[in-house]
Protein backbone atom coordinates (compact mmCIF):
# COMPACT_ATOMS: atom_id res chain seq x y z
CA UNK A 1 0.00 0.00 0.00
CA UNK A 2 1.39 3.17 -1.09
CA UNK A 3 1.75 5.71 1.99
CA UNK A 4 0.61 8.42 0.27
CA UNK A 5 -1.96 9.00 -2.76
CA UNK A 6 -2.89 11.05 -5.24
CA UNK A 7 -4.85 11.17 -8.36
CA UNK A 8 -2.39 11.72 -11.06
CA UNK A 9 -4.52 13.31 -13.23
CA UNK A 10 -3.67 15.42 -15.68
CA UNK A 11 -6.55 17.59 -14.05
CA UNK A 12 -7.58 20.32 -16.50
CA UNK A 13 -9.91 23.36 -15.74
CA UNK A 14 -10.76 26.76 -17.62
CA UNK A 15 -9.86 29.61 -16.19
CA UNK A 16 -11.65 30.75 -13.02
CA UNK A 17 -12.84 27.80 -12.19
CA UNK A 18 -12.71 25.30 -9.06
CA UNK A 19 -9.61 22.61 -8.96
CA UNK A 20 -9.98 20.33 -6.07
CA UNK A 21 -7.15 18.00 -6.02
CA UNK A 22 -7.15 14.52 -3.80
CA UNK A 23 -4.84 13.02 -1.40
CA UNK A 24 -5.12 9.91 0.62
CA UNK A 25 -2.85 8.70 3.34
CA UNK A 26 -2.62 5.03 4.59
CA UNK A 27 -0.72 6.09 8.30
CA UNK A 28 -3.06 7.17 10.99
CA UNK A 29 -0.89 8.19 13.12
CA UNK A 30 0.42 10.97 10.67
CA UNK A 31 0.58 14.77 12.22
CA UNK A 32 1.33 17.34 9.40
CA UNK A 33 0.03 17.41 6.20
CA UNK A 34 1.22 19.77 3.30
CA UNK A 35 0.75 20.89 -0.29
CA UNK A 36 3.77 21.54 -2.33
CA UNK A 37 3.66 23.10 -5.86
CA UNK A 38 6.28 22.01 -8.13
CA UNK A 39 7.11 23.51 -12.04
CA UNK A 40 8.28 21.09 -13.99
CA UNK A 41 12.41 21.66 -13.35
CA UNK A 42 12.01 22.83 -10.27
CA UNK A 43 11.59 22.12 -6.59
CA UNK A 44 8.81 22.11 -3.92
CA UNK A 45 7.23 25.52 -2.98
CA UNK A 46 4.99 25.05 -0.06
CA UNK A 47 1.51 26.53 -0.54
CA UNK A 48 -0.03 25.23 2.29
CA UNK A 49 0.40 23.07 5.65
CA UNK A 50 -2.95 21.84 7.83
CA UNK A 51 -2.41 19.89 10.78
CA UNK A 52 -6.68 20.00 12.50
CA UNK A 53 -9.48 18.30 10.89
CA UNK A 54 -10.98 20.88 9.16
CA UNK A 55 -10.29 23.85 6.59
CA UNK A 56 -7.97 25.82 6.29
CA UNK A 57 -7.78 28.96 3.90
CA UNK A 58 -5.09 31.18 2.28
CA UNK A 59 -6.03 33.18 -0.28
CA UNK A 60 -7.39 31.12 -3.04
CA UNK A 61 -5.99 28.12 -1.54
CA UNK A 62 -8.11 26.11 0.88
CA UNK A 63 -7.19 23.17 2.48
CA UNK A 64 -8.86 20.54 4.16
CA UNK A 65 -8.11 17.59 6.12
CA UNK A 66 -9.98 14.27 7.70
CA UNK A 67 -8.14 12.26 9.72
CA UNK A 68 -10.87 9.56 10.05
CA UNK A 69 -11.09 8.42 6.67
CA UNK A 70 -7.44 9.75 6.26
CA UNK A 71 -7.97 12.67 3.46
CA UNK A 72 -6.44 15.63 2.54
CA UNK A 73 -7.17 18.14 -0.52
CA UNK A 74 -6.34 21.10 -2.07
CA UNK A 75 -8.89 23.49 -3.51
CA UNK A 76 -8.19 25.88 -5.62
CA UNK A 77 -10.45 29.04 -6.54
CA UNK A 78 -10.60 31.41 -9.98
CA UNK A 79 -7.54 28.85 -11.38
CA UNK A 80 -5.20 30.93 -13.38
CA UNK A 81 -3.14 29.58 -16.05
CA UNK A 82 0.22 30.28 -14.13
CA UNK A 83 -1.52 27.65 -11.47
CA UNK A 84 -0.32 24.95 -14.11
CA UNK A 85 2.01 22.91 -11.95
CA UNK A 86 2.10 19.49 -10.65
CA UNK A 87 0.77 19.53 -6.87
CA UNK A 88 2.31 17.49 -4.39
CA UNK A 89 0.74 16.14 -1.12
CA UNK A 90 3.32 15.23 1.60
CA UNK A 91 2.86 14.27 5.13
CA UNK A 92 4.75 14.00 7.83
CA UNK A 93 3.84 10.41 9.51
CA UNK A 94 4.65 10.97 12.96
CA UNK A 95 5.51 14.00 15.36
CA UNK A 96 8.43 12.44 16.27
CA UNK A 97 10.02 11.10 13.20
CA UNK A 98 10.49 13.96 11.34
CA UNK A 99 11.20 13.12 8.06
CA UNK A 100 8.23 14.10 5.29
CA UNK A 101 6.72 11.34 2.36
CA UNK A 102 5.40 12.80 -0.89
CA UNK A 103 2.63 11.44 -3.15
CA UNK A 104 3.21 10.96 -7.25
CA UNK A 105 1.70 14.32 -7.42
CA UNK A 106 -1.65 15.78 -9.38
CA UNK A 107 -0.70 17.44 -12.74
CA UNK A 108 -2.90 20.97 -12.79
CA UNK A 109 -3.38 22.62 -16.49
CA UNK A 110 -5.42 25.43 -16.36
CA UNK A 111 -6.88 26.78 -19.67
CA UNK A 112 -7.19 30.36 -20.55
CA UNK B 1 13.60 35.39 2.33
CA UNK B 2 15.95 33.26 3.50
CA UNK B 3 17.08 30.28 1.14
CA UNK B 4 18.59 26.63 0.76
CA UNK B 5 21.54 27.03 -1.56
CA UNK B 6 22.44 23.80 -3.61
CA UNK B 7 25.57 23.54 -5.85
CA UNK B 8 26.52 22.67 -8.86
CA UNK B 9 23.03 23.01 -10.83
CA UNK B 10 24.18 20.53 -12.86
CA UNK B 11 27.04 17.49 -12.17
CA UNK B 12 27.74 15.38 -15.19
CA UNK B 13 29.69 12.15 -14.04
CA UNK B 14 31.01 8.91 -15.33
CA UNK B 15 29.32 5.60 -13.89
CA UNK B 16 31.46 4.61 -10.80
CA UNK B 17 32.78 8.03 -10.41
CA UNK B 18 32.32 9.66 -7.09
CA UNK B 19 30.46 12.87 -6.73
CA UNK B 20 29.26 15.36 -3.11
CA UNK B 21 26.60 17.30 -3.57
CA UNK B 22 26.68 20.47 -1.98
CA UNK B 23 23.64 22.46 0.10
CA UNK B 24 24.00 25.35 2.44
CA UNK B 25 20.95 25.21 4.45
CA UNK B 26 18.96 27.90 5.84
CA UNK B 27 20.87 29.07 9.56
CA UNK B 28 18.93 28.88 11.85
CA UNK B 29 17.68 25.34 11.14
CA UNK B 30 18.00 22.39 12.74
CA UNK B 31 16.93 19.40 10.36
CA UNK B 32 18.07 18.60 7.33
CA UNK B 33 17.00 16.71 4.64
CA UNK B 34 18.44 15.10 0.96
CA UNK B 35 15.29 13.76 -1.30
CA UNK B 36 15.32 12.92 -4.90
CA UNK B 37 13.48 13.25 -8.04
CA UNK B 38 13.84 10.52 -10.80
CA UNK B 39 12.33 12.26 -14.36
CA UNK B 40 8.75 12.10 -14.57
CA UNK B 41 8.81 10.17 -10.86
CA UNK B 42 7.67 11.25 -7.75
CA UNK B 43 9.97 13.15 -5.11
CA UNK B 44 11.31 10.23 -2.83
CA UNK B 45 12.81 11.19 0.44
CA UNK B 46 16.86 9.69 1.27
CA UNK B 47 17.88 11.03 4.55
CA UNK B 48 17.60 12.93 7.59
CA UNK B 49 19.92 14.85 9.95
CA UNK B 50 19.73 16.10 13.30
CA UNK B 51 22.27 16.84 15.57
CA UNK B 52 24.72 15.98 13.47
CA UNK B 53 23.73 12.22 12.40
CA UNK B 54 21.27 10.61 10.93
CA UNK B 55 18.22 10.37 12.67
CA UNK B 56 16.40 8.19 9.76
CA UNK B 57 17.31 7.16 6.42
CA UNK B 58 15.49 5.24 3.53
CA UNK B 59 16.13 1.58 1.85
CA UNK B 60 17.49 4.01 -1.12
CA UNK B 61 19.99 5.12 0.93
CA UNK B 62 22.75 2.52 0.89
CA UNK B 63 26.25 2.17 1.93
CA UNK B 64 26.77 3.98 -1.45
CA UNK B 65 25.45 7.20 -0.04
CA UNK B 66 26.47 9.27 2.93
CA UNK B 67 26.14 13.16 4.05
CA UNK B 68 28.12 14.79 6.29
CA UNK B 69 27.81 18.39 8.01
CA UNK B 70 31.67 19.66 7.81
CA UNK B 71 30.88 23.01 9.34
CA UNK B 72 28.87 24.80 10.91
CA UNK B 73 26.98 25.72 7.29
CA UNK B 74 27.58 23.29 4.21
CA UNK B 75 25.86 20.03 3.94
CA UNK B 76 26.63 17.50 2.00
CA UNK B 77 25.81 14.30 0.53
CA UNK B 78 28.17 11.97 -1.38
CA UNK B 79 27.80 9.06 -4.09
CA UNK B 80 30.72 6.98 -3.95
CA UNK B 81 30.29 4.78 -6.91
CA UNK B 82 27.70 6.38 -9.06
CA UNK B 83 25.54 4.02 -10.96
CA UNK B 84 23.40 5.01 -13.95
CA UNK B 85 20.04 4.96 -11.97
CA UNK B 86 21.78 7.69 -9.73
CA UNK B 87 20.83 9.67 -12.49
CA UNK B 88 18.33 11.80 -10.88
CA UNK B 89 17.49 15.48 -9.48
CA UNK B 90 18.79 15.47 -6.06
CA UNK B 91 17.20 18.08 -3.85
CA UNK B 92 18.39 19.66 -0.34
CA UNK B 93 15.75 21.18 2.54
CA UNK B 94 15.57 22.27 6.08
CA UNK B 95 12.66 23.00 8.50
CA UNK B 96 13.55 24.44 11.76
CA UNK B 97 13.09 23.23 15.10
CA UNK B 98 10.43 20.24 16.12
CA UNK B 99 8.19 22.42 18.09
CA UNK B 100 7.57 23.24 14.74
CA UNK B 101 6.32 20.15 13.02
CA UNK B 102 4.03 22.04 11.32
CA UNK B 103 6.30 24.09 9.22
CA UNK B 104 6.85 23.10 5.66
CA UNK B 105 10.48 22.20 4.38
CA UNK B 106 12.50 25.15 2.16
CA UNK B 107 13.58 22.67 -0.32
CA UNK B 108 17.09 24.24 -2.70
CA UNK B 109 17.04 24.32 -6.08
CA UNK B 110 17.97 21.04 -6.70
CA UNK B 111 21.39 19.91 -8.65
CA UNK B 112 20.63 17.48 -11.39
CA UNK B 113 22.99 14.40 -11.84
CA UNK B 114 23.70 13.24 -14.70
CA UNK B 115 25.60 9.60 -14.65
CA UNK B 116 26.89 8.82 -18.31
Known amino acids: QKEVEQNSGPLSVPEGAIASLNCTYS??????FFWYRQYSGKSPELIMS????GDKEDGRFTAQLNKASQYVSLLIRDSQPSDSATYLCAVNRFFWNNDMRFGAGTRLTVKP | EPEVTQTPSHQVTQMGQEVILRCVPI?????FYWYRQILGQKVEFLVSFYNNEISEKSEIFDDQFSVERPDGSNFTLKIRSTKLEDSAMYFC??????????????FGSGTRLTVV
Open chain 2, 27 to 31: SNHLY
Open chain 2, 93 to 106: ASRPGLLESNYGYT
Open chain 1, 27 to 32: DRGSQS
Open chain 1, 50 to 53: IYSN
